[in-house]
């Protein structure tokens, strides 16, 4: 079936260091790949989003590039900020639906 | 206002009381969806309806019922609320497929409900 993993959080880093969030998935054919962010108290908000293989999405700094060979859609940031702090999920889409990931809690300190 | 919104936004109830949560969107997207957010469990679809009057179950619908006589409304109800559903609920729109914005998901900002 379909699937989406990511790496377990929380995520800690300092301001200004450099992010990754890896995100596998499992699927037939190919799915379109999205990363979604959380900030606290609020609802998901799209970041990039991919829809073939090879397609490098990217927003607000962040990048993910979809991986066919290694089935792979992580996620990167060259220089974080405190404002980046939030939940963070990879989901892709078959047919009508979005299947998700469980999240990864990004803190990042001053 | 534009956009999506869920109502309420905060809900305590008690456990064997009937509870609705509303979703309203105001883009006209033919796809609305609901989902549990639970720790450990990232967002789990629960329903979810591709036009006025269509509606089909997702990963976890067993004790919830929705419905969708309008476009813009999809209301989840839960008969009889138990303490498993405790959860913060999401509604979600998307276009059509085949038009600009089919790719994207519009999240409302959730309700919270605690069933005690």
């Known amino acids: 079936g379909n699937s989406v993993t990511q790496m377990e959080g929380p995520v800690t880093l300092s301001e200004e260091a450099f992010l990754t969030i890896n995100c596998t998935y499992t699927?037939?054919?190919?799915?379109?790949l999205f990363w979604y962010v959380q900030y606290p108290g609020e609802g998901l908000q799209l970041l990039l989003k991919?829809?073939?293989?090879?397609d490098k999405g990217s927003n607000k700094g962040f990048e993910a590039t979809y991986r066919k060979e290694t089935t792979s859609f992580h996620l990167e940031k060259g220089s974080v900020q405190v404002s980046d702090s939030a939940v963070y999920f990879c989901a892709l889409r078959r047919t009508d639906k979005l299947i998700f990931g469980t999240g990864t809690r990004l803190q990042v300190f001053p | 206002d534009a956009g999506i919104t869920q109502s309420p936004r905060y809900k305590i109830t008690e456990t064997g009381r009937q509870v609705t949560l509303m979703c309203h969107q105001t883009?006209?997207?033919?796809?609305m969806f609901w989902y549990r957010q639970d720790l450990g469990h990232g967002l789990r679809l629960i329903y979810y309806s591709a036009a006025a009057d269509i509606t089909d179950k997702g990963e976890v619908p067993d004790g919830y019922v929705v419905s969708r006589s309008k476009t813009e409304n999809f209301p989840l109800t839960l008969e009889s609320a138990t303490r498993s559903q405790t959860s913060v609920y999401f509604c979600?729109?998307?276009?059509?497929?085949?038009?600009?914005?089919?790719?994207?998901?519009?999240f409302g900002p959730g309700t919270r409900l605690l069933v005690l």
């Open positions: 699927a037939t054919g190919y799915p379109s």
């Open positions: 883009w006209s997207h033919s796809y």
């Open positions: 979600a729109s998307r276009g059509l497929a085949g038009g600009p914005y089919q790719e994207t998901q519009y």
């Open positions: 991919a829809t073939k293989a090879d």
